[in-house]
């Protein structure tokens, strides 16, 4: 079973510039997240969709990330502007949503994002 | 609202010593709690899951943790470290149906030869 996929693995950009990351899920998973992971600290959940429609957005710094989930599959999370304190791996992860998957997430291994 | 606190960033053991990495949880509701392990480079992964069924539950590669109510904590042991079990270790709650996740801050385990 092919695992959630994230591209690009690595991303350098200079402040004000903009950033696009993509995830595709494991097939069948309704439920897709976008994490936030800064060096030291754990996964701070940036926005959880269900299939197409947004559950949790609510730590999502909307004045400059955006995300959506297009046909309910795979994922594009966009940074515009960027600033140097969004230098942080972000996460996708997915999951089944439901019975005994509920609270099981299958992660892809991230995108690295660093802002100079 | 929900939170866990991890109450130690770092812990170092000795290969074929015990492991005991300590977690403490707080939330309004009946928890769900799990243990993620994250390897460097590499994605997270579900070590083990509680949810209100038997209290000491089982994971992979030889982990166990214990639910205490009393105690608001949810302890991940392993009787005998290994080197392949270096790596970052994340506490985790959710409540409300289970799909809302909150991480804890991590505790890195190193295993000393």
């Known amino acids: 079973e092919a695992g959630v996929a994230q591209s690009p693995r690595y991303k350098i950009i200079e402040k004000r510039q903009s950033v696009a990351f993509w995830c595709n899920p494991i097939?069948?998973?309704?439920?897709l997240y976008w994490y936030q992971q800064i060096l030291g600290q754990g996964p701070k959940l940036l926005i959880q969709?269900?299939?197409?429609?947004?559950?949790?957005d609510s730590q999502l710094p909307k004045d400059r990330f955006s995300a959506e989930r297009l046909k309910g599959v795979d994922s594009t999370l966009k940074i515009q502007p960027a600033k140097l304190e969004d230098s942080a791996v972000y996460l996708c992860?997915?999951?089944?949503?439901?019975?005994?998957?509920?609270?099981?997430?299958?992660f892809g291994e991230g995108s690295r994002l660093t802002v100079l | 609202a929900q939170s866990v606190t991890q109450l130690d960033s770092h812990v170092s053991v000795s290969e074929g010593t015990p492991v005991l990495l300590r977690c403490n949880y707080s939330?309004?509701?009946?928890?769900?709690l799990f243990w993620y392990v994250q390897h460097p480079n590499k994605g997270l992964q579900l070590l083990l899951k509680?949810?209100?069924?038997?209290?000491l539950v089982k994971g992979i590669n030889g982990f166990e943790a214990e639910f205490k109510k009393s105690e608001t904590s949810f302890h991940l042991t392993k009787p005998s470290a290994h080197m392949s079990d270096a790596a970052e270790y994340f506490c985790?709650?959710?409540?409300?149906?289970?799909?809302?996740?909150?991480f804890g801050g991590g505790t890195r385990l190193m295993v000393k030869p």
């Open positions: 509680y949810t209100s069924a038997a209290t």
């Open positions: 985790v709650v959710s409540v409300l149906a289970g799909n809302m996740l909150t």
């Open positions: 969709f269900q299939n197409n429609g947004v559950v949790d």
């Open positions: 992860a997915s999951s089944l949503g439901r019975g005994t998957g509920i609270g099981e997430l299958f």
């Open positions: 097939s069948g998973h309704a439920t």
């Open positions: 939330s309004s509701y009946s928890p769900s």
